[in-house]
């Protein structure tokens, strides 16, 4: 056997290392093109708009309308981020500047918890618990018969779900205020809280904005768990018992019979596509935050 | 501080803790919830037969086809993941250490992948395998499961490569060797336990991620005989049993459910020991 000698070994590893990187920053350009061009042939014939505001989704007689699952979507997102984003907050300003090292040791694992369990089993325990107690106490107590499988189930489920993700964020970025900023207004007679509020929220605002913007991006392109309590229905909800569709939700639905109806291969692909331009949209607004947070 | 001040601080702090005790309760809840339901259904049998005929309907046979084709798609993927990951994350700390813009923008790009959904990856995932002339396999499969973890593989090892200190690369070259040795053979030797906390981290993703595998690892009721053939997984199990009429194969889905937990709650313990060995074992220079 040929053994290389240390320059074509220094050669192997050098080049392996370069592949390996351009394969991955181009990942994202692969991703982009290719989802696409496989859209592109939904974009023939109809343009971008119609496609996002038109109500009426046939796909057997060609009519796709992407409304109902963008409004979906965005109710859902939005829901669960009122929910979650207030829980965050105390929680990551709690476990920083009120109590001792020893908190933030039991909710790191807790979070890791939280953060390592499936997106199908979080669905699974939205059906056991969330659900029935939509149907069988909330709907009755706003006089609203509901199934339980609603706009409103998925996004609680939704919640917590990005609670390990903003939490996580929150948590390092009030950590990363220094010290001295709050001691400085300590000294000069300030409280606890008065300083919390009017010193360290108002520091950390950028960053604060960026953890939801990243939590936001998550949760509207989260799948399993929502597709299982949303209810699947294509309609504009009228109210949060209502049940809604999703994109993602649309997307897994379907896959199984997209290649037996023309172009609906196409408009799936589309939806995906939608998908990522908002991720990556919000994945950079974001990110410009937290380099503005950095540069204080 | 007058009356109304002490109040709002009273108040505000009250919503602290109650908020973060609502974390820790939710948590609890979610796993007692999920070893009750399962712990009743959850079967010697379940666990080491493939469904028999009938299963659908209540009848005899498990998930192995499930168990098993979960752990070999998320060991694929992860090889795959760590055998492109690994060379990225050397490259950008040892070949680009002083190119610090490059490095960020590298960064940069990976954090925007690590966000996009995994549903994007299935449908990418499907589109490329179609391209390849490739039907719903465990390689498809394993592929796009490799895709969808290779941002997290990169970003956890890099971070880890980031803690050793520049004077261990200095005191490498200073003895001869060059670029690709310090980076294989010093700095991966001084992050091992990192860098296997970075792979169970990426494998416990790998495993219970369902949306990415939905168009592109198919389903079977046995076990696949190669790589061209369709393979069932856990969460998928869980989807499906989940949707059935029949009380029996939903309690089956509760009894998947909490083997799926296991095993990401025993990747998980395993890497947070890890994870402490690596800080002891940490060198100062």
């Not at chain 1, 960026?210 to 949760?219: D, E, I, K, S």
């Not at chain 2, 798609?73 to 950008?92: C, D, K, M, N, Q």
């Not at chain 2, 250490?97 to 960064?107: A, D, F, Q, S």
């Amino acid at each position: 056997m040929y053994i290389l000698n240390r320059q074509q070994r220094h050669f192997v590893n050098s080049s392996w290392m370069i592949i390996s990187l351009l394969l991955v920053t181009l990942l994202p350009f692969f991703l982009f093109f290719g989802l696409y061009l496989k859209s592109a042939y939904l974009l023939h014939d109809q343009s971008i708009f119609d496609l996002i505001f038109s109500k009426t989704w046939k796909p057997a007689s060609g009519q796709f309308g992407f409304y109902p699952f963008i409004v979906g979507s965005i109710w859902v997102t939005l829901l669960a981020m009122l929910f979650t984003a207030p829980v965050c907050l105390l929680t990551a300003i709690y476990v920083t500047q009120y109590t001792r090292k020893i908190v933030l040791r039991i909710m790191h694992p807790a979070i890791d918890i939280l953060a390592g369990i499936p997106s199908v089993v979080y669905g699974l325990w939205g059906i056991l618990v969330i659900v029935p107690f939509i149907s069988k106490y909330l709907g009755p107590l706003f006089g609203i018969k509901t199934m339980g499988y609603s706009i409103l189930a998925a996004a609680f489920v939704l919640s917590i779900m990005i609670i390990p993700f903003i939490l996580n964020i929150l948590i390092e970025i009030f950590r990363s205020i220094p010290m001295e900023l709050k001691e400085a207004a300590l000294s000069l007679g300030a409280t606890q809280w008065q300083t919390i509020k009017q010193v360290i929220l108002k520091k950390a605002l950028p960053g604060i904005i960026a953890a939801f913007g990243f939590g936001l991006a998550r949760a509207f392109g989260e799948t399993m768990a929502v597709l299982m309590v949303v209810g699947n229905v294509v309609k504009l909800p009228g109210n949060i018992f209502d049940p809604g569709y999703t994109l993602p939700a649309l997307i897994a639905n379907n896959y199984g019979e997209m290649l037996s109806i023309p172009r609906y291969d196409s408009a799936l692909m589309f939806a995906a596509f939608l998908l990522l331009a908002v991720s990556l949209f919000f994945n950079l607004i974001m990110h410009f935050f937290i380099v503005k947070y950095n540069k204080y | 501080m007058t009356r109304g001040q002490k109040i709002e601080e009273r108040f505000f702090k009250v919503l602290m803790v109650l908020s973060t005790f609502f974390i820790l309760a939710i948590l609890a809840i979610i796993i007692y919830s999920i070893f009750e339901k399962g712990i009743r259904s959850v079967s010697w049998e379940m666990l080491t037969k493939i469904p028999s005929g009938g299963y659908y309907y209540g009848k005899g046979g498990g998930i192995l086809n499930a168990i098993l084709g979960s752990l070999a798609l998320a060991s694929g993927a992860t090889v795959i993941a760590f055998f492109v990951g690994l060379p990225v994350a050397l490259y950008i700390n040892v070949f680009l250490i002083r190119h610090k813009k490059i490095v960020g923008m590298v960064r940069f790009l990976l954090d925007l992948v690590w966000g996009i959904p995994s549903i994007v990856y299935g449908a990418f995932g499907f589109t490329l395998m179609i391209f390849l002339g490739l039907q719903t396999s465990l390689l498809a499969g394993t592929i796009t499961v490799a895709l969808f973890i290779l941002p997290i593989m990169i970003r956890s090892i890099d971070e880890i490569l980031r803690t050793a200190p520049i004077g261990l690369q200095e005191a490498s070259y200073s003895l001869g060797s060059n670029k690709s040795e310090t980076a294989f053979r010093i700095l991966t030797r001084q992050s091992v336990s990192g860098i296997i906390t970075a792979i169970l981290l990426s494998f416990g993703r790998a495993i219970g991620d369902a949306a990415s595998v939905l168009f592109t690892a198919g389903y079977t009721d046995h076990l696949p005989n190669g790589l061209l053939e369709p393979v069932a997984t856990l969460p998928l199990s869980i989807f499906f049993q989940l949707a059935s009429p029949v009380p029996e194969v939903q309690n089956r889905a509760y009894a998947s459910a909490l083997v799926l937990t296991l095993i990401i709650l025993l990747v998980s313990l395993f890497s947070r020991g890890l994870g402490k060995r690596y800080h002891k074992t940490k060198i100062n220079f």
